[in-house]
């Protein structure tokens, strides 16, 4: 294993890590709600009544992220390379994926193990291992 | 003022998501590419979030309501069952094929990036396919606060 020095960002990454910790924590102990994407997504395209707007309310501020951070210039617009079959075959996956998993990266991974959840923790090393593998094949077998 | 909470919960996970270069699709990759030139940063993502999470959720736990006096709805379910470890191994794919999972997919849709746009809407009808396969098999849905 050779590590990506040129890339690797420690301290941004821990610094980043450290706020989606916090809006987590705030949203689970102000509301009593779990700070997960896929379910807040999923609770916005299949509502139930009552528990929608909230919703819309943490996407609204999800979107509007980067404009807020580019008043301080310091937000960089993202760069998505993979092509437009894949980026949708990519999209069904994490819909369906997440949605039959009740959780993703956020769910799962940040409040799940936060919670010392055996559920979350399976999941996150499921999700990971088979991330891991479809990298490998797309990047070491089929190129 | 749930609202307002949310909006405000929104903008620090957003925030949190772009300083940690999660939006960038190419960090996420990094990370998984084990084989190739390996890229730590998303596990002191993780780090980070859980360091904070894990008092958060500690204080949580021991309490039945909200500081806004809603009930606590923390996720009940307890079992590693066929739905969790399919949906996690299919989840896991389509993360890895474009390096975007639903928070920072969002996020990027906030950057006016089109591709995000439609990584985001083929994700909405992924999720609405899982309630048409699902929700022809299964006659309810599970209880509010279920999802992880």
């Known amino acids: 294993m050779t590590l990506d020095w040129a890339h690797f960002t420690p301290w941004a990454s821990l610094?980043?890590?450290?706020?989606?910790?916090?809006?987590?924590?705030?949203?689970?102990?102000?509301?009593?709600?779990?700070?997960g994407a896929a379910g807040i997504?999923?609770?916005?395209?299949?509502?139930?009544?009552?528990?929608?707007?909230?919703?819309?309310?943490?996407?609204?501020?999800?979107?509007?992220?980067?404009?807020?951070?580019?008043?301080?210039?310091?937000?960089?617009?993202?760069l998505i390379e993979t092509s437009w079959p894949a980026l949708i075959l990519a999209g069904l996956l994490v819909g369906f994926g997440t949605r039959l998993a009740s959780g993703c990266t956020s769910g799962h991974g940040v409040c799940g193990l936060s919670r010392l959840s055996p559920r979350s923790i399976a999941a996150t090393a499921l999700f990971m291992l088979s991330g891991f593998a479809t990298v490998f094949v797309v990047r070491h077998v089929l190129s | 003022m749930r609202n307002i909470l949310?909006?405000?919960v929104g903008l620090v996970f957003g925030i949190g998501l772009c300083v940690s270069g999660m939006t960038e699709p190419a960090k996420v990759l990094g990370f998984l590419d084990l084989a190739g030139l390996w890229d730590p940063s998303l596990a002191f993502v993780m780090g980070g979030a859980i360091a904070i999470g894990l008092v958060a959720f500690s204080f949580a736990k021991r309490?039945?309501?909200?500081?806004?006096?809603?009930?606590?709805?923390?996720p009940t379910a307890r079992a590693i069952d066929r739905p969790l470890v399919v949906g996690s191994l299919i989840f896991g794919i389509g993360w890895s094929l474009a390096g975007i999972c639903p928070g920072p997919g969002v996020v990027n849709v906030g950057f006016l990036n089109p591709r995000a746009l439609v990584f985001v809407a083929a994700m909405a009808i992924g999720m609405l396919a899982y309630k048409l396969v699902i929700g022809l098999r299964l006659p309810a849905a599970g209880p509010i606060g279920q999802d992880a």
Do not use: K, Y
Request: proline share 7%; glycine share 16%; aromatic share 4%.
């Open chain 1, 15 to 35: 610094s980043g890590g450290l706020l989606i910790g916090l809006a987590a924590g705030i949203l689970i102990l102000g509301a009593g709600r779990i700070m």
């Open chain 1, 41 to 78: 997504l999923g609770g916005a395209v299949d509502p139930r009544p009552g528990d929608v707007g909230w919703r819309l309310w943490l996407i609204a501020g999800l979107l509007l992220a980067p404009s807020l951070l580019m008043l301080f210039s310091v937000a960089r617009a993202p």
């Open chain 2, 6 to 8: 949310s909006l405000a």
């Open chain 2, 63 to 74: 309490r039945t309501a909200a500081l806004n006096g809603e009930p606590m709805q923390m």
